[in-house]
Nanobody, 117 residues
Framework: QVEVVESGGGLVPPGGSLRLSCAASADTVSISGMGWHRQVPGKERELVAHISDRGRTFYVDSVKGRFTISRGNAKNSVHLQMNSLKPEDTGDYYC???????????WGQGTRVTVSS
């Protein structure tokens, strides 16, 4: 069984920064890639950033140059540094851990990010 836990959301004014953190506990599953997805009401959950087990990163165009995804020091942990935040970055951010063997995705409960003055 894999448990994924996110932290670090909150309310921030436009132009501000937040750092999201995620940790996946996986005793028998080998987690390969980890990523962050965002969902707003009425829209599908979208991939924001992803990092592979080899450190290769992907960003959606809207966050390139502002967000940075990185592996944490602990195993199966990842951070998302979000700078120059915009109101359109508002949403529920979900961390995903990917089982490298089966491609099964494990999701956290989400953390809310609100960018507003």
């Amino acid at each position: 069984q894999v448990e994924v836990v996110e932290s670090g959301g909150g309310l921030v004014p436009p132009g501000g920064s937040l750092r999201l953190s995620c940790a996946a506990s996986a005793d028998t599953v080998s987690i390969s890639g980890m990523g962050w997805h965002r969902q707003v009401p009425g829209k599908e959950r979208e991939l924001v950033a992803h990092i592979s087990d080899r450190g290769r990163t992907f960003y959606v165009d809207s966050v390139k140059g502002r967000f940075t995804i990185s592996r944490g020091n602990a195993k199966n942990s990842v951070h998302l540094q979000m700078n120059s935040l915009k109101p359109e970055d508002t949403g529920d951010y979900y961390c995903k851990g990917l089982d490298g063997a089966t491609q099964t995705a494990y999701w956290g409960q989400g953390t809310r990010v609100t960018v507003s003055s």
